[in-house]
């Protein structure tokens, strides 16, 4: 039998394998090279920071040791994390490089919406309950939330003030500053100590009771009642929006 020849590989093979070899080195050595320029370059290096109008009370110092640094190397999370932590009252905080040298910081701010007393410390919140700062006085314009059961309640900066009664606090607020045939009436505080018999105190010293459901519809039949201007409010000491029709109290 004849014996099989052996195949012999083409010398261009191993021209080709030697040049596509040498271009992958060639290319990591570029490569390398183009990182380290971009990690380094002075061209690179933060001079710029610009702020959100809405965002002014953040402290410039809490930044200042961003410039000089590389905007490619720049731990965007952390300084997200940093703020955060500093500035409660400003959320989805985004920090956006703006190439070469320059980075801007946008976020939302986060507005004065109730407060309440946890533990005599006066709480300010927004209308999701984020603590935004304890003060030691109340602010008279905002709505004053009591009757809050404190045993569960954790005062942390930046985070919800949880529990069922201060949840339905904030809808009734919200459902209350929804009506515009209210806006006239602000509230002076709302009593969440019993759901069942929910109290605001208006500033004109009208006292309206509603449970916990349906609290836009309660607020919608309150301002219908008022906007109406059927009613003697100086003779009137409250409205109650529990039952199927509206009770009006006399004094």
């Known amino acids: 039998m004849a014996r099989k020849k052996k195949s012999k590989i083409p010398p261009a093979f191993f021209k080709i394998i030697g040049i596509l070899f040498l271009t992958v080195i060639v290319c990591l050595i570029i490569v390398s090279r183009a990182l380290h ?3 380094h370059a002075d061209y690179f290096k933060i001079k710029i920071i610009t702020i959100d109008p809405s965002l002014q009370f953040i402290n410039k ?3 200042a040791g961003l410039k000089g640094q590389n905007l490619f190397r720049l731990n965007l999370k952390a300084i997200q994390r940093k703020l955060e932590g500093k500035y409660p009252q400003v959320s989805n905080i985004k920090i956006i490089k703006q190439f070469p040298n320059q980075i801007s910081i946008e976020a939302r701010q986060r507005l004065p919406f109730v407060q ?3 533990k005599n410390r006066i709480l300010t919140m927004d209308q999701r309950g984020i ?6 006085k109340p602010d008279n314009k905002l709505p004053f939330i009591s009757g809050l059961k404190p045993g569960s309640k954790k005062i942390i900066l930046g985070a919800p003030l949880r529990g069922k009664d201060m949840h339905t606090a904030l809808r009734m607020v919200r459902a209350y500053k929804k009506q515009k045939a209210l806006s006239f009436q602000p509230i002076k505080e709302i009593s969440v100590k019993n759901l069942s018999k929910i109290q605001f105190d208006l500033l004109n010293q009208l006292i309206v009771y509603v449970d916990q459901d349906e609290p836009d519809k309660k607020m919608q039949i309150l301002g219908l009642i008022l906007s109406q ?6 003779q009137t000491k409250y409205i109650d929006l529990r039952f199927k029709e509206p009770i009006i109290g006399k004094k």
């Open 229 to 234: 201007g059927k009613l003697d409010l100086k």
């Open 61 to 63: 110092r809490d930044l």
């Open 116 to 118: 309440t007393r946890i």
């Open 37 to 39: 320029y971009f990690h």
């Open 131 to 136: 603590i935004l700062s304890v003060d030691d």
